[in-house]
C-alpha cells in the first residue's frame, strides 16, 4: 500500500502591512499537520518587495518544504524576480516551468495565464494583441508540459501534482460572473495535466470560485484562494489538506 503524503495549500494571500503576525500561528499550525506546503500565487498584494519581505517572516515558523508559484498580483510592479529572489534566499521554492521532488512525489509549477474555456476558450486570431494574450496561455501550457514531462524522464513511476495560480478548468471558477471567464484562467492549462496523468492540481485567483472539481479526466482540480477556503470550511480556517 502506497504511503499518502499529506499536502497544506494557500493561495491569495495578498501579503500587506494590515496582516502583520496573522500567518505566524496559521503557518506554525498546518506544519504538524502536512509535510509539504504549496503557496499558489498572489503572495503580494501590489508585487512589492515589502510585501514579500513580510511573507517570508510569517514562513519562519515552518518548519516543512515551501513550495511556490507568482501570480498576477506579485507581477503588478514589474519586481517579480526580485520577489522570486526575496523567496528563494528564505527557502522557498519558486516553480516557474521548473520541477522539484518533495516526499516522493514531484511537483511541476507555473504561474499559468487567462484565455477562457472549452469552446469559448479564445483563439489566436485578429489583432496582435489578442494574438500575443493567447500566445500566453500557450507558452504557459508548453512550460508546465515540459517540467511534468522531465519528471516523467526522471521518475518513471512518480506521483505528479501541478501548483498553479491561474485555473486549468472553468469548474472551479463557477461563482465569479462568467464575463470575467477569459480572465481567470485557460484550458491550454489542463491539457499538459491529463496528458502526463497528474493526480492533483491546486490554483488560486478565483476569488469566488469553487473548492474542487474534476478535469474532464477525472484529475481534482482544488481551488485554494483564501476566500474560497474561508467559505469552503464556513470559518477562518485558511489552508487546504490534500493527502496524496
Not at 43 to 57: K, P, S
Not at 84 to 108: C, H, M, P, S, Y
Request: aromatic share 6%; glycine share 8%.
Amino acid at each position: 500500500m502506497n504511503k499518502k503524503t499529506t499536502i497544506a495549500a494557500i493561495g491569495d494571500i495578498h501579503m500587506n502591512a494590515s496582516q502583520h503576525g496573522k500567518w505566524k500561528s496559521i503557518f506554525e499550525e498546518l506544519s504538524q499537520k502536512a509535510k509539504v506546503l504549496l503557496l499558489c500565487g498572489d503572495l503580494t498584494d501590489t508585487g512589492d518587495e515589502e510585501e514579500a519581505e513580510l511573507l517570508v517572516a510569517e514562513l519562519q515558523t515552518v518548519k516543512i518544504p515551501v513550495l511556490a508559484v507568482l501570480g498576477n498580483h506579485d507581477y503588478e510592479k514589474g519586481r517579480q524576480k526580485q520577489i522570486r529572489q526575496i523567496l528563494t534566499d528564505n527557502k522557498v521554492t519558486v516553480l516557474d516551468g521548473e520541477a522539484i521532488v518533495v516526499e516522493n512525489i514531484g511537483f511541476a509549477g507555473v504561474k499559468g495565464f487567462g484565455g477562457g474555456f472549452d469552446r469559448y476558450m479564445l483563439s489566436m486570431f485578429g489583432e496582435d494583441a489578442m494574438k500575443s494574450f493567447v500566445q500566453e496561455a500557450v507558452n504557459e501550457s508548453l512550460l508546465l508540459d515540459r517540467a511534468l514531462a522531465r519528471l516523467e524522464q526522471e521518475y518513471s513511476d512518480i506521483k505528479k501534482v501541478a501548483l498553479l495560480h491561474y485555473a486549468p478548468i472553468a469548474e472551479t471558477v463557477t461563482g465569479e460572473p462568467k464575463e470575467i471567464y477569459p480572465f481567470l484562467g485557460s484550458t491550454h492549462l489542463v491539457e499538459p495535466l491529463q496528458r502526463r496523468k497528474v493526480t492533483a492540481a491546486f490554483h488560486g485567483h478565483a476569488h469566488a470560485g469553487k473548492f474542487k472539481a474534476l478535469s474532464p479526466a477525472g484529475i481534482p482540480i482544488y481551488n485554494v484562494a483564501v476566500p474560497v477556503l474561508k467559505a469552503q470550511h464556513g470559518n477562518e480556517t485558511s489552508y487546504a489538506l490534500i493527502d496524496i
